[in-house]
């Protein structure tokens, strides 16, 4: 966040996430309320690709939760996901904007208990793959620590 203060003077913040229920509703408005009226809040469950960033430094929280849309529509098709994911990216990426990607590393983590789980940490990980190979930066940030991949 403080990136992309450094970048611009007002920049977008990307909610990627559903809003599941009413707790979670609560969440995004706690989320909505730390951030300060420099901040344009754009809020796009799936379709990131239609958005016109031109010349903007957008936020884009997260790439889990954005993934997790199109896993639940697509009945867990992770072929499908990944495919409308690299697809919904590469236009995204194809505009001449400043993003700053929040993803998580769920494969890091306990493998999951799961089949669903487990096709849900593939999917992420490529997903990761795809983004980092067409970023020009990469950091995975552990523990608030940054840590440079690229």
């Keep these: 966040m403080r990136l992309a203060l450094e970048l611009s003077e007002n920049p977008v913040y990307l909610a990627t996430s559903r809003k599941w229920d009413e707790d979670f509703e609560k969440r995004v408005k706690r989320h909505q309320n730390e951030r300060d009226d420099r901040w344009e809040n754009w ?3 799936k379709e990131i690709g239609k958005l016109d960033i031109t010349g903007r430094v957008v936020v884009m929280d997260c790439v889990t939760l954005w993934l997790s849309n199109w896993f639940m ?3 867990q098709d992770i072929d499908a996901c990944l495919q409308n994911a690299k697809k919904e ?8 904007g400043t993003i700053i990607i929040i993803s998580n590393e769920i494969g890091m983590g306990v493998h999951a208990e799961t089949h669903m789980g487990r096709k849900f940490v593939e999917l992420q990980g490529w997903t990761n793959q795809f983004i980092a190979e067409k970023a020009d930066k990469a950091t995975f940030i552990v ?3 940054p840590h440079n991949l690229k």
Excluded: N, R
Aim: hydrophobic share 30%.
């Design 73 to 75: 529509d697509l009945e």
């Design 89 to 96: 990216l590469t236009q995204l990426f194809s505009q001449e």
């Design 43 to 45: 809020e796009e469950e």
């Design 143 to 145: 523990s608030g620590l």
